[in-house]
Nanobody
């Protein structure tokens, strides 16, 4: 069965950094588009970044230039490096797998919750001012 297990969240001061990891199992990792989402209190789930099987990436405007999504196919692991963190980045962060294999990102794509079908348990990121 598909499993996604996130780690790396925590509490940091504004301007700090965190690196989130998501270890995937139960499917052929390299066949699927993967994404990071976040949900702040009282808000819906927001697409943060995505990476496809050939390494193309997209980012939400709010994190562009500060966050970097990457993956290690040999370890079935997805990463989100978060630098220059702001209080508004405070949220539960989730990794997710696309609903079908072989999808490739197109310019301007914004990760949509409906495009993903498996989700990790979430990891809390708290940024204090």
């Amino acid at each position: 069965q598909v499993q996604l297990v996130e780690s790396g969240g925590g509490s940091v001061q504004a301007g700090g950094s965190l690196r989130l990891s998501c270890v995937a199992s139960g499917y052929i990792y390299s066949n699927y588009l993967m994404g990071w989402f976040r949900q702040a209190p009282g808000k819906g789930r927001e697409g943060v970044a995505a990476i496809d099987r050939i390494g193309t990436t997209v980012y939400a405007d709010s994190v562009k230039g500060r966050f970097t999504i990457s993956q290690d196919n040999a370890r079935n692991t997805l990463y989100l490096q978060m630098n220059s963190l702001k209080p508004e980045d405070t949220a539960v962060y989730y990794c997710a797998r696309a609903r079908a294999p072989w999808w490739l990102l197109r310019p301007g794509y914004t990760p949509r919750e409906a495009d993903f079908d498996y989700w990790g348990q979430g990891t809390q990121v708290t940024v204090s001012s």
